[in-house]
């Protein structure tokens, strides 16, 4: 059988009206304000704006969002992650620029956040950026550090199991499909905590059950992965 711990991706992307906040009402609220209305684009405030939580509690959901409502209104992004080997220089075309998993930035990613956050300030860009720590005990450069923690911070909590089960319970119900207890233990117990890639299993459980034309068991579940 296949390692149970997935991370599924989310196949159509993340979005703010897709977050499910609980205790995270505030981020996502001011970011939906920082965002603006996609019909009407705004003009976004160059305050800069710093997520910080452990893994599942929604970072890279939220900056992904941010990063699609922006296009959505027609802006291109810079996006810097730690996966990024050689950053781009600072592009002027920008409306905003997003840092994600900055505890992870090397010294050459540093350099390149740094350059990009100082360089959308003198523009008046936008600055999104998220790490697992607060700003205070981010392992950067001094000067980088002490940026992304001046504008907006917010502290991003991980989702409890019974917030967690109540909205994988109310998005199955509104998909038409059973889960019975015994299938939510499993799936929320062996499963990633975080709440999109639950939701991803979900849609690809349903899916996968109209194929077979089979409910939602365990034994589905493994048969899935089996086959995958």
Do not use: C
Request: overall charge negative; aromatic content about 8%.
């Amino acid at each position: 059988m296949k390692q149970l711990a997935l991370d599924i991706g989310i196949a159509s992307g993340p979005t703010l009206a897709g977050f499910f906040a609980g205790p995270n009402e505030p981020a996502l609220r001011h970011l939906q304000l920082w965002v603006g209305d996609a019909r009407a684009p705004t003009l976004h405030s160059p305050v800069p704006t710093y997520l910080w939580g452990e893994g599942a509690s929604g970072k890279t959901h939220l900056l992904e969002a941010v990063r699609g409502a922006l296009r959505e209104q027609g802006a291109s992004v810079g996006w810097l992650d730690p996966a990024a080997v050689n950053p781009p220089e600072f592009d002027e075309r920008w409306g905003a620029v997003l840092l994600d998993d900055v505890h992870l930035y090397n010294a050459v990613q540093q350099h390149a956040a740094f350059n990009w956050f100082v360089n959308a300030q003198s523009l008046q860009r936008g600055v999104v950026a998220a790490g697992a720590l607060p700003p205070a005990d981010l392992p950067l450069r001094e000067d980088l550090r002490t940026r992304l923690g001046w504008g907006h911070v917010f502290h991003l909590q991980v989702l409890s199991e019974a917030e967690r089960r109540a909205v994988l319970r109310q998005a199955a119900d509104d998909r038409g499909v059973v889960l019975s207890d015994e299938v939510l233990d499993y799936m929320l117990h062996r499963f990633s905590r975080d709440l999109g890639s639950l939701m991803e299993l979900l849609a690809q459980l349903d899916g996968y059950a109209l194929q077979t034309q089979r409910a939602i068991t365990i034994p589905l579940i493994r048969s899935m992965l089996e086959n995958e």
